[in-house]
Every structure is written in C-alpha cells, then in structure tokens.
C-alpha cells in the first residue's frame, strides 16, 4: 500500500509501514462497566451508549474531540468487566491522567481501569486474537432481588453435566450460522472456539467461552440452545446437529443479555496491555 492509498482517520488501522501524523499519539485503555442502562457499546442516535460517555469523558481531559475504538462492540444491556478501547490524541497526558480524569466524568456504570501510551500499530479490535465471555445464570423457581440486571433468572433447575458435555461440540474452528443473529455484518460465519465450559460457582450457574471473535448473538444463541440441554429437552449431540445443519430457525430462542459479560481480551505481549483479572467482580477470576 503507498502513501497515496492511506487516508489517516481517528483510531484506524495503521497499514504496515505507515505512520500516525506528526504531533499524534495512540492511547488503549481497559473499561468495565454496567451496560443495563445501554444501547450497547456503539454509539447510537437514538439510545445512551457506552462509547457515547467515554468519548465524551476522555474528550474532556483531552481538550478535544476524541473517537474510540473498542475491542468488541458488545449489545443493549450486555456488560464489560475487560473492555479494550483505543484513541488518537494530540494531548499529551499519562495514563494516570486519563484515568482519574475520565473516571472523573464518567457515570458510575463505567470505569476506566487502566491506560498507557501503547504502539501506534495497536488496534484494539484488529490487534485481539481472542476475546473471552462469561454468561452468569441463576436456576431458582423464585426471582432474585441482588443482581437481578447483572445475571439471568433462569425459572427451572439446569442439569449441568449434560451442558458441559454438549460444550465440547462448539470447540474448534466452524461454521456458526446456526447461532448467528440476523442482520449481522460479518463476511463469514466461521468462527475458532478454544474454550468453552460451564461451572458451578455457589447458586450461579457460568459459561465461559473464548474464540478468535464472535459473530452477532454467538453467545446469547449457544446459551439458549444449551439451556434446552440443561432442562432435558435435547441430548448434548444436538448442538452438534444444529451447528451441521447451519440454519438458525433451528436453534433456541436467543438467551436474555442480562448475564453476559465480557471479561477478557487477549493481546501480543508487545503491545503490553494490563492483564486485569477476569470478572465480574462477584466470581472468582479463575474457575
């Protein structure tokens, strides 16, 4: 790619062998937040969205506009304990600074955790090769009153052997239209699981899955459809059926957005992004 074919734009990728204008520099930072409140992480006309206050936030410190990137552009009401974001600035300010200077005009549902100066070849989206999500369910017959926005009430006892058993049919490199949510943009359906479990932890009920990316609803649609195991409804090897058959009409219903979270994007070591522990702060980081 010459000079001629590369227009810089805030927080674009960087081809190979370019370079950020004069006078600007890159920053990354790691958020969490609530995002019951949301439209989702992208910005919105009609809705609040996470990127919304952070640009307005981190914008202030800087004494200028600023657009940010994020590492995935999590849905309405979805939350974040391990958000990477990146900005181009002219200001010249430590990570300190944006830190207690962000956190300063940011709603209490959002919290920058971290930020650093980081390589201006750092993307926070294209940068990533892999991105881990927890689903946090609570099986009672009775509503709960503590948390109620930050996990799923789930009305009826869940069998978890069996849903760990049909977990091990989404591992590896697929195709997951069956679990694609209409309307999403991506150009391919393929997609890497390297993990994918699910635990007891106390009364919760937790999925964890890491991947390369996900498609739109990935989670939310696999969460259903092994929610279907748990009862008893389906054998685990149906997962394995409806990922073969390629047709969303198949599966589940699409899991509520009140229990997932994503807690973890993983980086090159190069560009040194804080390794935070996973989240939400309720559940132990390693289970």
């Given amino acids: 790619m010459s000079e001629l074919d590369w227009v810089y734009t805030p927080n674009c990728k960087i081809p190979e062998g370019q370079n950020l204008p004069v006078g600007i520099k890159r920053y990354a930072a790691v958020v969490s937040y609530d995002g019951s409140a949301f439209c989702g992480f992208q910005k919105q006309k009609h809705s609040p969205s996470v990127q919304q206050e952070l640009e307005r936030a981190l914008s202030s410190v800087a004494n200028a506009e600023l657009v940010v990137s994020c590492a995935g552009r999590t849905d309405t009401a979805v939350h974040a304990s391990y958000q990477v974001i990146h900005f181009d600035t002219a200001a010249e ?147 394995a059926e409806l990922i073969d058959g390629k047709d969303r009409c198949k599966s589940a219903a699409t899991a509520a957005p009140n229990g997932l979270y994503l807690v973890d994007v993983v980086y090159p070591e190069n560009f040194a992004i804080a390794p935070i522990p996973r989240g939400p702060l309720f559940l132990p980081t390693v289970i």
């Avoid at 650093?116 to 993307?123: A, D, I, L, T, Y």
């Avoid at 591992?171 to 699981?193: K, M, T, V, W, Y």
């Fill in 93 to 239: 300010r430590t990570g300190r600074n944006w830190l207690k200077g962000a956190n300063s005009q940011l709603p209490d549902s959002i919290s920058l955790l971290w930020a650093e100066q980081v390589p201006e070849s750092f993307h926070a989206r294209f940068s990533a090769t892999s991105r881990t999500y927890r689903y946090v369910m609570h099986a009672s017959c009775a509503r709960p009153a503590i948390l109620s926005q930050g996990l799923t009430w789930v009305r009826y006892p869940l069998d978890i052997e069996p849903m760990q058993e049909a977990c091990q049919y989404l591992l590896g490199e697929q195709d997951f239209s069956a679990f694609r949510g209409a309307g999403c943009q991506s150009h391919s359906p393929f997609r890497n699981i390297t993990r994918a479990k699910i635990i007891r932890v106390g009364q919760l009920i937790v999925f964890e899955v890491s991947a390369n990316a996900f498609v739109l609803h990935m989670i939310r649609n696999m969460v259903g459809s092994l929610m279907e195991v748990g009862f008893g409804r389906k054998q685990p090897d149906w997962i």
